[in-house]
């Protein structure tokens, strides 16, 4: 019985050749591609066209192939993308890396991964890496460690999606790791976090978003201690309940950059108290929640979190109150403006007929014309008006409302003034006759 389409095992070397062939590339071999001629006695065509970024994800690929055509056709490639594939084989893994001398990313993203062993001699061959993509491996912590004991020069690690629900501690710290994304895991127990500041002393960013991380649970000391560098962390949809665990954000050094939307400390707040009191909460941040922090937000903030806090109970107020007090002083509560529309009462004639109106200012002419129909039965394009300041009529005469796009506060009614309407046929008449 012949094999299926999907139990066919399917090579690095082969993929390679199959997607960087030159018949995928008609207009030629595009901007930082190179020409490499097959190998004698390669079975890969006569020559492909390979990028240094080569994209071989979704492929199946689940064995390396012939180690001197990797060698051979990737000399130059710095970057490689295998998320997708079937490899399972550390081993497999091991001689692709081997043979590609100038690897600086490498995307293992989505392999099946789980309960694979790692032996310490094969890590070596991954010396050069310096980004490490491991998201929805499922690999063991153990294995993470055996990695980070042999990347001197890793700088940035991606261990999203693994079911983590612990951290497991190392005696071989990876100094060089700056940054972290641990998204999409099962952390809860700050605890298990502080690991990280073990594993990793010069980590600059952490993200932990998607956890349930429910606290920062540390002495000022001890984060000091633990992540002297950390600059940015992000905590999006954690699990955080608490203003003082915003607070002991504070004893993190150097961090200038904090991203916490999603919690659900903040979710009976409006945007508005959300921005303002946590940029209050936080005088050393820079960036928060993605967008840069000015100097007048934050002062606006720092007033906003004054005034917001300042006819609680003493007791009740948080720490940075009597901070911020020392800063601006007590701050009057800002004055109520009423922003409803502003009305006028005006005397309206028509004829013989005399009406006390009140008029919306912020409507148009157009608006005035329409309700004065409606109020004396008149044909909206048959009639002018005339607005009559009762102050400066004597001096300027009457003012025709011609415009009726135009508002009615531009032509600053007061009460008192009146409104004549006169037909068309009968509007030519001056201003000695009102």
Not at 170 to 196: G, H, Y
């Amino acid at each position: 019985m012949e094999s299926s389409d999907e139990d066919e095992v399917r090579t690095f070397v082969q993929v390679l050749s199959d997607k960087y062939n030159p018949e995928n590339f008609p207009y030629g071999q595009g901007v930082g591609v190179v020409v490499l001629p097959r190998p004698p006695g390669s079975p890969v065509k006569d020559r492909l066209f390979l990028p240094s970024a080569l994209v071989l994800n979704d492929s199946g690929i689940s064995k390396a192939g012939d180690r001197q055509d990797i060698a051979a056709f990737c000399a130059h490639v710095v970057e490689l993308d295998l998320s997708h594939n079937q490899l399972n084989d550390w081993g497999e893994i091991g001689t692709i890396v081997s043979s590609i001398p100038h690897l600086d990313f490498l995307n293992l993203s989505m392999n099946p991964l789980s309960g694979v062993h790692l032996e310490p001699t094969m890590a070596e061959v991954f010396s050069r890496v310096r980004r490490l993509v491991l998201i929805n491996t499922q690999i063991s912590w153990d294995t993470v460690h055996t990695l980070t004991q042999h990347t001197p020069e890793l700088e940035e690690l991606f261990l999203c999606l693994n079911g983590y629900n612990t951290v497991s501690e190392s005696q071989t710290s990876c100094p060089s790791l700056r940054l972290l994304q641990i998204t999409e895991n099962q952390l809860q127990d700050w605890a298990e976090v502080r690991k990280f500041g073990l594993l990793y002393p010069n980590l600059s960013t952490l993200v932990l978003a998607n956890n349930s991380v429910d606290s920062v649970g540390d002495t000022k000391e001890t984060l000091e201690s633990l992540f002297p560098n950390l600059r940015s962390i992000n905590l999006n949809n954690s699990g955080l309940r608490k203003w003082a665990d915003i607070e002991r954000l504070n004893f993190f050094p150097k961090l200038v950059e904090v991203k916490a939307k999603g919690i659900p400390l903040l979710e009976s707040y409006s945007t508005e108290e959300r921005r303002s009191l946590l940029l209050a909460q936080l005088p050393s941040v820079m960036v928060l929640n993605g967008g840069a922090v000015s100097n007048g937000e934050r002062e606006d903030a720092e007033r906003f979190f004054i005034r917001y806090y300042q006819d609680c109970p003493e007791q009740e107020r948080p720490e940075r109150y009597s901070i911020l007090v020392s800063k601006y002083g007590n701050l009057a509560p800002l004055a109520e403006v009423d922003l409803s529309p502003r009305c006028t009462m005006v005397i309206v004639r028509w004829g013989d007929r005399v009406e006390t109106v009140s008029l919306r200012l912020e409507q148009t002419v157009g608006d005035l014309k329409k309700h004065l129909k409606a109020l004396l039965q008149l044909p909206i394009n048959g009639i002018r008006l005339f607005y009559i300041d009762q102050e400066m009529s004597s001096v300027f005469g009457p003012e025709e409302l011609k415009c009726g796009s135009r508002a009615l506060h531009s032509y600053s009614i007061r009460d008192g003034d009146e409104i004549l309407v006169v037909p068309r046929d009968k509007s030519r008449c001056s201003s000695s006759g009102f």
